[in-house]
């Protein structure tokens, strides 16, 4: 009887997922992302001025949903790793920069924010971790059972994370020019979906996005890496994350 109760319960969450979670037709193909190695070490300060940082490729975010207003604000975006951790960096122009919220897991997304999402294990799309992080450098940080239940209780260790701010933090009368954003992510947080504390053997594939939540009601957007292929603004659909592969 349980197992009946049980299966009536998934099939009914499947329905109201299938209704929330719609894609759009004619999606591009997810985009790969070639994961250098970090030469040299990497100063988490939020400036994306390293020599290791000019070795990485940068992505820039596309804006999917057109029914969104406010500035299509630029986000560029890197990847590098070494032994000890995963680094990402962001430069997001704008003139406006505003975050307020402060304390671990607070919902930072509502603010000037970035985000990756990853999975270690693309054999599987059901878990990933997410990171969000505002402009003040506040982390949010989640394990996601995707769709049915996002654990903010899980809390990464032993990350470094730092934000620049080119001009003044939630102060709204004058014209800011951007903020930036480091992040270093040691290889044991992975290691639930890894099975290895090891940072990855070269040539292995992950999946992630990276997303950014800009300006302030009503005149707010969301732009990604990949396009989540989502009817609505929505960045979380695992299957249209983009691949990373590690290269030496
Ligand atoms: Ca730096
Ligand atoms: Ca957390």
Not at 76 to 89: K, P
Request: hydrophobic residues 40%.
């Amino acid at each position: 009887m349980q197992s009946r109760i049980a299966a009536l319960f998934l099939f009914s969450t499947a329905i109201i997922v299938a209704q929330d979670k719609q894609l759009r037709a004619d999606l591009p193909a997810v985009p790969r992302y070639e994961v250098k190695r970090a030469q040299g070490r990497i100063t988490v300060d939020g400036k994306i001025d390293e020599a290791a940082w000019s070795n990485a490729p940068v992505v820039e975010f596309v804006f999917p949903w057109a029914n969104q207003t406010g500035a299509k604000q630029k986000t560029r975006a890197r990847i590098l790793w070494d032994d000890q951790n995963l680094y990402v960096g962001y430069q997001a122009d704008d003139a406006d920069v505003v975050a307020h919220y402060t304390e671990r897991d607070d919902p930072t997304y509502k603010d000037d924010c970035v985000e990756i999402f990853i999975n270690p294990n693309p054999k599987q799309l059901e878990f990933y971790y997410g990171l969000e992080m505002n402009a003040r450098a506040v982390m949010y940080d989640y394990f996601y059972a995707f769709p049915k239940l996002l654990i903010k209780r899980l809390n990464f260790t032993n990350w470094q994370l730092a934000t620049f701010t080119d001009g003044t933090l939630n102060q709204r009368g004058d014209v800011d020019k951007g903020w930036g954003l480091e992040v270093a992510i040691p290889w044991e947080n992975f290691e639930e979906l890894t099975g290895k504390k090891t940072p990855p053997a070269a040539g292995t594939v992950w999946t992630a996005n990276m997303n950014r939540w800009d300006g302030v009601e009503p005149d707010r957007r969301l732009s990604q890496w990949s396009d989540s292929g989502m009817v609505r603004a929505d960045p979380h659909w695992p299957a249209r994350f983009g691949e990373i592969v590690f290269v030496k």
